[in-house]
């Protein structure tokens, strides 16, 4: 049986070929329900898709009845209507695993980066402006042997963990919902609570999903309670953080600096007032972007979703409970 899937993404060409001699495909430029009368007729047929980054809610399910899983090549899923999805018994599928160790390889950039002010000196150096050695204006922070507060230790913070424990003697708080032991053997991490974390850290880090209990969880009072010379990195969801705050704490000098990958908005709009201030590392949302792991997420989710359509399987499925 070939079954009438929506691809919303390129994929690897040899994957695409797979896809292609598995599934009847339609490829589209994106899921927007304004696409026109030809589209919606697609859409009532389509049992996959597969694809990144756009809204799935109730509106657009309303119109592909006969959908069975959406498969998305993220780990992320907060763009997915979940309980709606689960009600009509689709089952979503995303790509952990695959991009844990590249994503904390670009948490640890940001961490180095925004310690040793490595962006702001590039630039500096790049435009001509290293005229005589540097001096104390220039001067960054240790990374080595400091604090590490990680708020969010599933996969991707216990490989940050790993790289600060081993490779640079750093002390790990954490905090979680659940205790997470193999870290505390592993890393002697040290669970705590939120305000714990903030008063005591030197690099308060967060690796977390966006949910309505994440969303702007790092506010003015929370901004309040780290350390002077403290820093914020972000790898996990741009809206964890109120970005307001986060501005007016780094200009008043509540903290030194921040590393951030991700932003309520994206793109980063080009007035917001982060990119003018030279204590901020701005990355362009790249925690997974090298070429092997973004094939092996292409490939991960290509997998899940013949493997999900085909024969009901479960791995990588947020929503299991619906499958059988
Ligand atoms: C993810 O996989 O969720 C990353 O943030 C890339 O979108």
């Not at 702001?120 to 507060?149: A, C, N």
């Not at 040290?190 to 967060?206: G, K, Q, Y």
Request: net charge negative; charged share 25%.
């Amino acid at each position: 049986m070939s079954f009438k899937v929506i691809q919303y993404d390129d994929l690897p060409d040899d994957l695409e070929q797979r896809l292609l001699e598995s599934c009847d495909v339609t490829k589209v430029d994106s899921l927007d329900l304004m696409q026109g009368d030809e589209y919606r007729t697609v859409l009532a047929e389509a049992k996959g898709l597969i694809g990144v980054g756009q809204e799935v809610g109730a509106q657009f399910l309303d119109l592909a009845p006969k959908l069975r899983v959406a498969s998305t090549i993220s780990v992320g899923y907060d763009h997915f209507d979940v309980a709606e999805m689960t009600k009509r018994k689709i089952m979503l599928m995303h790509t952990p695993d695959v991009l844990t160790e590249t994503t904390a390889d670009m948490i640890f950039t940001l961490i180095l980066c925004a310690a040793r002010r490595a962006a702001e000196l590039h630039s500096m150096v790049k435009s001509g402006g290293w005229t005589q050695m540097v001096g104390p204006e220039h001067f960054g922070s240790d990374v080595y042997g400091k604090k590490l507060g990680i708020v969010g230790l599933g996969r991707i913070g216990s490989a940050v963990a790993r790289r600060a424990y081993n490779g640079f003697n750093m002390e790990i708080l954490y905090h979680n919902r659940k205790v997470n032991q193999e870290a505390e053997k592993s890393f002697n991490a040290r669970h705590c609570s939120f305000d714990e974390l903030l008063v005591e850290s030197d690099f308060v880090c967060l690796v977390l999903p966006l949910s309505d209990q994440t969303r702007k969880l790092m506010g003015s009072a929370e901004f309040d309670k780290m350390k002077p010379g403290a820093f914020l990195i972000n790898g996990g969801r741009g809206p964890v953080v109120d970005e307001l705050a986060l501005v007016e704490a780094l200009q008043k000098g509540k903290i030194r600096g921040a590393g951030l990958d991700v932003y309520e908005q994206e793109p980063l709009p080009t007035d917001s007032p982060l990119l003018n201030l030279p204590e901020v590392v701005t990355l362009p949302h790249i925690g997974s972007a090298t070429h092997e792991t973004r094939y092996a997420m292409a490939e991960c989710a290509l997998n899940n979703l013949l493997g999900a359509l085909i024969h009901r399987e479960t791995r990588n499925c947020v929503n299991p409970e619906i499958a059988n």
